[in-house]
């Protein structure tokens, strides 16, 4: 506001005018613009340095600023949908500054890589491998939120599962997309002829596992032969004495008979005829009818 005073020496006896009221359009100068550096962490993620509160940062393009807390804040969802874009001003009060310009980092992100897997072959489960990969790629199990680095160009003796494979954030390029590896396990497969022992037969997988292991069954022993094996054709089990596997040569008279059994020489000891209907039901004799009287009562014997 602006009066008009006029002063009368020292006595100051005057009145001065009513005052005049003038409008003035200011402008507050901008707060300076942040000086952030940022480093890549993950597929979306980084921290911004040399920041602090007082500041805000955006990831979508100017849509949503979200306050800055520390002087290395963590953030994520920087993504190509925002063309992989990381805004940060500095807020003025907005009496005697206003925001300050945005400072725009822009970053970059890996490709994905192209890793093989490379299933398990023992029946262990513990020789799977992930091959195509080097020492700037990182990787975890699916199971497992922590990445670890791979030292070379293969990772060794890894158990059946799905595992995650990423090129590593550097400076201002994040990390890539993930791959899905997947290893196998190892399913055993009997190669070539049945291998036995005394009790058992199996055959053997390309790892040295035993598959379709079970005991010896089938066949039939005789006195001169353990029994064949049904399945892997080896002789197992005893022989049974009393299953002959050849005829008996008979000795025979018209009473008595008496054998040896031509497969294993084991003999019939002399025993008498078992008639029935005249013929021996062992030997097969046929008896001869001879001698003794008959009477009017009796046949001859």
Avoid at 3 to 9: A, P, Q, T
Avoid at 163 to 169: C, D, G, H, M, P
């Amino acid at each position: 506001k602006v009066f008009f005073e006029h002063r009368s020496g020292n006595y100051k006896s005057d009145y001065t005018s009513e005052p005049q009221e003038i409008t003035l359009n200011v402008t507050p100068p901008r707060e300076y613009t942040p000086q952030a550096t940022f480093t890549a962490t993950g597929s979306d993620s980084g921290i911004l340095h040399n920041v602090g509160p007082g500041m805000q940062y955006c990831v979508d393009g100017g849509h949503h600023w979200y306050n800055i807390t520390s002087d290395n804040m963590e953030i994520s969802g920087i993504n190509a949908d925002a063309l992989f874009v990381v805004d940060v001003k500095k807020l003025g009060d907005g009496i005697t500054t206003v925001d300050s310009a945005a400072q725009r980092i822009v970053v970059s992100q890996a490709e994905a890589p192209s890793p093989v897997g490379v299933d398990c072959t023992n029946h262990e489960q513990n020789d799977g491998q992930i091959t195509n990969i080097d020492a700037t790629m990182e990787y975890r199990n699916s199971d497992n939120a922590e990445w670890a680095d791979i030292g070379g160009t293969a990772l060794m003796g890894l158990s059946p599962g799905t595992y995650e494979v990423r090129v590593k954030a550097s400076g201002l390029i994040l990390a890539s997309p993930s791959v899905a590896v997947t290893i196998g396990e190892h399913t055993c497969v009997g190669q070539g002829d049945w291998s036995y022992d005394v009790n058992d037969h199996w055959k053997l997988c390309t790892c040295g596992a035993k598959v379709d292991e079970s005991a010896h069954s089938g066949g039939e022993a005789t006195c001169m032969s353990p029994a064949t094996c049904a399945v892997c054709g080896q002789l197992y089990g005893e022989k049974d004495p009393s299953n002959h596997a050849g005829e008996i040569e008979w000795a025979q008279t018209p009473y008595n008979h008496s054998g040896t059994y031509r497969c294993c020489g084991v003999t019939v000891e002399d025993e008498p005829h078992e008639w029935i209907d005249g013929t021996c039901s062992v030997c097969g004799y046929a008896c001869q009818h001879e001698g003794g009287k008959a009477t009017c009562t009796e046949h001859a014997a």
